[in-house]
């Protein structure tokens, strides 16, 4: 799909032409970029945003020394139409990629080579690209692959479904399928997040002397909840009662093929897997110190989505998505509402917490902004760099939009403070239609849409105008 084809009518546009950089205070050198994105991780998963039943330390002195976004929102409720999002800097109703859609043997519907996204801007102007972790917008090979997408490098799991398996039999090192003799047959030694924190670590390390934009889209923590003994062991017996998950084992029908992995220990395994990512941060963090290029880099902390259910997931025992209402696949705020940190040392103002509402869409044009990059004319997002900076004026959004091609079809709109939230778009007759206030409701369980049809019709003409159908993701025939 050729970008240039969108009609201009329906886009919520933005202008950028890179030459931002007269109003902002940046240093000579261009800042390296790294962007970290946990996979399924709740607004309530750290202890900086309320996590009470354990703690991320690492993430929290990341908050303490950067600032905290309180009102940030995925691009999605789930994996690959977020991604594309933040790769694009469209949202739902204009992104390429609006749902996971498999290509099998192993990879989904392939962003196409029209579309320009995020690495390619960056590279334009100077920057190594590297991405580790989980893709989920190309199948190997494809034009959707990463490598043909911009990235220099690539290290990881390039099928959504395989990333569900944390002892997976192969990985993917550029156009290299890369083998784990330990996770052959019944084996489970070697254990993917680690080998691919290791190939993130040697890439800034590579890269140190020139700009570079490193993507680590971890995978932790979506489901499955399996983690190495080393890790489990410090949880073990605190988060009673435990949950049992009866998922796959060695040797049963989808192992290693997206099954769930069997564990006893669910609560454990989710709170070490944290702990986990937590320490992977603090690697990076203290990494990009130890080589004397902190000051020079920009970090951003965020997730895909809001908390899963699935694999043994027990995300209310957790309080996983705080006080919001909804689950991943939810368009409530529960669904779609993201922690979101940013880390700059010398140029964001330490402990500062933002209110500023923003989107994944807007990361493409504020990481343009900041690479003095050009970017595409049409454009959902808008550069949050003048909230960070403190400089300059902020621009803010008019609306914000979700679309969801599952269960039945789902939309939401916000428009300042009221979101209308729409489920069952597909039937009719069995359509609900939502209107709250998140001023005073943010948990979303006043329905205020019958004492304000007039706004409500308001709020669906302005969601109709902010959709276009695509080949693949015509809305209610997917």
Same mark, same amino acid.
């Given at each position: 799909?050729?970008?240039?084809?969108?009609?201009?009518?329906?886009?919520?546009?933005?202008?950028?032409?890179?030459?931002?950089?007269?109003?902002?205070?940046?240093?000579?050198?261009?800042?390296?970029?790294?962007?970290?994105?946990?996979?399924?991780?709740?607004?309530?998963?750290?202890?900086?945003?309320?996590?009470?039943?354990?703690?991320?330390?690492?993430?929290?002195?990341?908050?303490?020394?950067?600032?905290?976004?309180?009102?940030?929102?995925?691009?999605?409720?789930?994996?690959?139409?977020?991604?594309?999002?933040?790769?694009?800097?469209?949202?739902?109703?204009?992104?390429?990629?609006?749902?996971?859609?498999?290509?099998?043997?192993?990879?989904?519907?392939?962003?196409?080579?029209?579309?320009?996204?995020?690495?390619?801007?960056?590279?334009?102007?100077?920057?190594?690209?590297?991405?580790?972790?989980?893709?989920?917008?190309?199948?190997?090979?494809?034009?959707?692959?990463?490598?043909?997408?911009?990235?220099?490098?690539?290290?990881?799991?390039?099928?959504?479904?395989?990333?569900?398996?944390?002892?997976?039999?192969? @990985?993917? *090192?550029?156009?290299?399928?890369?083998?784990?003799?330990? $996770? /052959?047959? &019944?084996?489970?030694?070697? %254990?993917? +997040?680690? @080998?691919? *924190?290791?190939?993130?670590?040697?890439?800034?390390?590579? $890269? /140190?002397? &020139?700009?570079?934009?490193? %993507?680590? +889209?971890?995978?932790?923590?979506?489901?499955?909840?399996?983690?190495?003994?080393? $890790?489990?062991?410090?949880?073990?017996?605190?988060?009673? +009662?435990?949950?049992?998950?009866?998922?796959?084992?060695?040797?049963?029908?989808?192992?290693?093929?997206?099954?769930?992995?069997?564990?006893?220990?669910?609560?454990?395994?989710?709170?070490?897997?944290?702990?986990?990512?937590?320490?992977?941060?603090?690697?990076?963090?203290?990494?990009?110190?130890?080589?004397?290029?902190?000051?020079?880099?920009?970090?951003?902390?965020?997730?895909?989505?809001?908390?899963?259910?699935?694999?043994?997931?027990?995300?209310?025992?957790?309080?996983?998505?705080?006080?919001?209402?909804?689950?991943?696949?939810?368009?409530?705020?529960?669904?779609?509402?993201?922690?979101?940190?940013?880390?700059?040392?010398?140029?964001?103002?330490?402990?500062?917490?933002?209110?500023?509402?923003?989107?994944?869409?807007?990361?493409?044009?504020?990481?343009?902004?900041?690479?003095?990059?050009?970017?595409?004319?049409?454009?959902?997002?808008?550069?949050?760099?003048?909230?960070?900076?403190?400089?300059?004026?902020?621009?803010?959004?008019?609306?914000?939009?979700?679309?969801?091609?599952?269960?039945?079809?789902?939309?939401?709109?916000?428009?300042?403070?009221?979101?209308?939230?729409?489920?069952?778009?597909?039937?009719?007759?069995?359509?609900?239609?939502?209107?709250?206030?998140?001023?005073?409701?943010?948990?979303?369980?006043?329905?205020?849409?019958?004492?304000?049809?007039?706004?409500?019709?308001?709020?669906?003409?302005?969601?109709?105008?902010?959709?276009?159908?695509?080949?693949?993701?015509?809305?209610?025939?997917?």
């Amino acid at each position: 799909m050729n970008l240039k084809l969108i009609p201009l009518i329906t886009l919520a546009v933005t202008m950028f032409s890179g030459v931002a950089a007269k109003t902002i205070s940046l240093e000579k050198q261009k800042p390296n970029i790294i962007y970290i994105l946990a996979d399924d991780l709740g607004y309530g998963d750290l202890s900086c945003y309320g996590q009470t039943k354990f703690s991320t330390p690492n993430i929290d002195k990341m908050a303490r020394e950067g600032m905290v976004f309180t009102q940030h929102y995925a691009g999605s409720t789930v994996c690959a139409p977020s991604r594309s999002c933040l790769m694009t800097g469209l949202h739902t109703g204009h992104t390429p990629i609006r749902g996971n859609k498999e290509v099998k043997p192993e990879g989904q519907v392939p962003i196409s080579k029209e579309t320009v996204i995020l690495p390619e801007i960056l590279k334009e102007s100077g920057y190594v690209t590297g991405a580790f972790g989980k893709w989920g917008l190309g199948y190997p090979g494809s034009e959707g692959d990463p490598n043909y997408q911009g990235f220099d490098e690539f290290y990881g799991y390039n099928c959504q479904r395989l990333a569900h398996n944390y002892y997976p039999d192969h @990985l993917w *090192h550029n156009q290299e399928k890369v083998i784990l003799e330990g $996770n /052959q047959g &019944k084996d489970m030694t070697e %254990y993917a +997040p680690e @080998l691919i *924190h290791q190939e993130a670590i040697k890439f800034i390390v590579n $890269n /140190q002397d &020139k700009p570079f934009f490193m %993507y680590y +889209p971890n995978v932790i923590p979506h489901a499955e909840l399996l983690i190495p003994e080393k $890790n489990l062991k410090e949880y073990r017996g605190k988060l009673q +009662p435990e949950k049992i998950y009866e998922g796959a084992r060695s040797g049963d029908k989808g192992f290693r093929e997206g099954e769930y992995g069997y564990q006893e220990e669910t609560h454990a395994a989710f709170a070490a897997m944290i702990k986990l990512l937590d320490d992977q941060v603090g690697d990076i963090l203290n990494k990009l110190k130890e080589l004397g290029i902190d000051k020079n880099t920009i970090v951003v902390f965020s997730s895909d989505n809001g908390p899963h259910q699935e694999g043994g997931a027990d995300p209310d025992y957790f309080n996983s998505n705080g006080i919001y209402r909804g689950y991943k696949r939810d368009l409530y705020e529960g669904g779609i509402l993201e922690p979101m940190i940013v880390w700059y040392p010398g140029k964001i103002k330490s402990g500062s917490k933002t209110n500023h509402v923003s989107a994944f869409w807007d990361v493409l044009p504020t990481f343009a902004e900041i690479a003095n990059s050009n970017c595409p004319k049409e454009m959902d997002g808008i550069s949050f760099l003048p909230t960070l900076l403190g400089e300059g004026e902020q621009k803010q959004h008019e609306s914000l939009y979700w679309e969801f091609h599952e269960k039945g079809g789902r939309q939401a709109i916000r428009k300042g403070n009221w979101k209308l939230v729409r489920y069952n778009v597909f039937m009719p007759s069995k359509t609900t239609t939502e209107l709250y206030d998140l001023s005073i409701d943010p948990s979303e369980t006043n329905n205020l849409a019958n004492d304000n049809p007039e706004f409500v019709k308001e709020l669906m003409k302005r969601m109709s105008a902010s959709r276009f159908e695509s080949d693949l993701f015509k809305f209610g025939n997917n």
